[in-house]
């Protein structure tokens, strides 16, 4: 049998074109276009890369209202292979804890892949939670901030990962099934390509699950499956800026800087030298 990789992706608002809604606190959404997260690519770039090296079959799953097949229809674009829609109203609403729920038991019936990627985070909620969860119902280890697959032996049930740390590498040897969140920005996705794209509509490699597939208990998804509550939406006031802009050479601007940020009490003298002020 060949290698088997599912990739969780996430559609997202872009959130660079959202608005808020200072009375309710709450996203606008309406009229915001809709993209794959983009830590999301790294991990679909991932996995495309052992697809490159091993061979195998990369599909996607997403749990999504329906508008969600133009995000799959663009990594199917990328060379995935296949992707899997999971929707029903009944998953509507629901926070972290339902919706790596959903995923899991999706995935369990989908059969368990040999590796299953996920981004670090999305642009919308962020909160990161995702594939520790999906790791935590499927009972399989976990690694994060992976930025290269560097062996995979499914005959002998291994697979050897490298993990970006703030100041150096760490590698992992990992027993298959795994869940390996790549690190941000830790790839290049691959572009879209027509004739990937043209293969989406001629093929139509999209499987939909939805709760008549999966028979979860509707006290445990969507809404009424999420124990979280948002009690309260602030906004961090915007710093302001002064934007000064010195131009000149290397040295005299680091002097400007220094007596800058001492104007600003920012830095202050002490010895003889200069020290950040503790507030
Ligand atoms: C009380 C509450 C109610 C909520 N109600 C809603 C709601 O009505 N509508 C709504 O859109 N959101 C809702 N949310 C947000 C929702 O919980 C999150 O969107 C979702 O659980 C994913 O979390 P995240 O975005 O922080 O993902 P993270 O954990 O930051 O994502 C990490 C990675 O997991 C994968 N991933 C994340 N989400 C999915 C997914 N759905 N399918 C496949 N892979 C995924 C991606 O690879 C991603 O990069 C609610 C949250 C709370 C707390």
């Known amino acids: 049998m060949s290698l088997e990789m599912m990739v969780g992706i996430k559609w997202v608002p872009n959130t660079q074109n959202v608005r808020f809604d200072p009375k309710t606190g709450t996203l606008i959404r309406e009229g915001v276009p809709s993209i794959v997260n983009p830590a999301d690519l790294d991990a679909v770039e991932l996995a495309l890369k052992v697809k490159d090296t091993y061979g195998g079959r990369v599909r996607v799953i997403t749990m999504a209202p329906p508008s969600a097949v133009k995000g799959i229809e663009h990594v199917i674009g990328m060379g995935v292979d296949a992707g899997v829609l999971v929707t029903d109203r009944v998953f509507a609403g629901a926070d972290t804890l339902a919706t790596s729920y959903v995923l899991s038991q999706a995935i369990k019936k989908l059969g368990l892949p ?8 999305t642009i919308d909620s962020s909160t990161a939670h995702i594939p520790a969860q ?19 032996n499914r005959e002998e049930g291994y697979a ?3 993990r970006k740390l703030e100041d150096r590498y760490e590698w992992v040897r990992v027993e298959l099934p795994a869940v390996i969140a790549a690190a941000l920005k830790s790839q290049v996705p ?8 043209l293969r989406f509509h001629r093929d139509k490699p999209l499987q939909t699950l939805t709760n008549k597939d999966l028979g979860l208990d ?21 710093v302001p800026r002064k934007r000064q802009v010195f131009k000149g050479d290397a040295r005299e601007a680091a002097r400007w800087l220094v007596k800058k940020l001492a104007e600003e009490g920012i830095l202050v003298r002490e010895d003889g030298r200069w020290r950040v002020r503790v507030a």
């Open 160 to 162: 050897v990962v490298r």
């Open 218 to 238: 509707p006290r445990c998804v969507g809404l009424r499956g999420s124990p979280t509550i948002v009690a309260k939406v602030t906004w961090m006031p915007e």
């Open 114 to 121: 040999d590796l299953l990627f996920f981004g670090q985070e």
């Open 190 to 197: 691959r572009p879209v390509r027509l004739s990937e794209k």
């Open 134 to 152: 999906v790791a935590s119902w499927l009972d399989l280890p976990y690694v994060y901030y992976v930025d290269r697959v560097e062996e995979v």
